[in-house]
């Protein structure tokens, strides 16, 4: 069974702390995408990683940063945490490719991170 | 750059059909794909169409009209547990773009 895990489902962080949030995929995919989502926002790319220490910016980077040392693994980092970055945040995998597996992304179960 | 466009609710009653619609303007077009989510749950992939026409999987099934960059969502046999919101995304253009643009979802509510 694929899998798409994170490390924290809720998470309750200060204003100006440094925020790690991780991901973990089981399915030896080389695409990972961070996303956040807001209501009435739908899902918005913040990162995303098409390879080991390979990363690329979405819609909305500003204010985060993102690591992948290892295929698996794809972190998403907020340097110094805000109010406005209190969201839901999703990481996904997907397998290159042009067909349709390339469209299908695996989600995590997400992390919902409040700022106060 | 890409824009989705969907309804923002949909109420239908159980048992009965329901058609979710998307339109898109995009620079480039490689397909269209749908997932759902369930309230604090996390999307899962539906369909996916590349050509014009339906595909049908079930009880759901997908169209594309590229000519008219609309598709929509047709939910047949409508079951309470089918009330959950869905997205439409499409695939960035450019070679090796793996990433998706969603729209901002329809929320479905099915009532007895």
């Known amino acids: 069974d694929v899998k798409v895990t994170q490390s924290s489902r809720y998470l309750v962080k200060r204003t100006g702390e440094k925020v790690f949030l991780e991901c973990v995929q089981d399915?030896?995919?080389?695409?990972m995408f961070w996303y956040r989502q807001d209501p009435g926002l739908g899902l918005r790319l913040i990162y995303f990683s098409y390879d080991v220490k390979m990363k690329e910016k979405g819609d909305i980077p500003e204010g985060y940063s993102v690591s992948r040392e290892k295929k698996e693994r794809f972190s998403l980092i907020l340097e110094s945490a805000s109010t406005n970055q209190t969201s839901m945040y999703l990481c996904?995998?997907?397998?290159?490719?042009?067909?349709?597996?390339?469209?299908?992304?695996?989600f995590g179960p997400g992390t919902r991170l409040t700022v106060t | 750059g890409q824009s989705l466009e969907q309804p923002s609710e949909v109420t239908a009653v159980e048992g009965a059909i329901v058609q979710i619609n998307c339109t898109y303007q995009t620079s480039g077009f490689y397909g269209l794909s749908w997932y759902q989510q369930h309230d604090g749950g996390a999307p899962t992939f539906l369909s996916y169409n590349a050509l014009d026409g339906l595909e049908e999987t079930g009880r759901f099934s997908s169209f594309l009209s590229r000519s008219d960059s609309y598709g929509y969502l047709l939910l047949q046999e409508l079951q309470m547990k089918d009330s959950a919101s869905y997205f439409c995304a499409v695939r960035n253009s450019g070679a090796g773009s793996y990433q998706l643009t969603f729209g901002k979802g329809t929320k479905l509510s099915v009532i007895p």
């Open positions: 399915m030896d995919h080389e695409n």
């Open positions: 996904a995998s997907s397998r290159p490719g042009s067909d349709w597996s390339s469209y299908e992304q695996y």
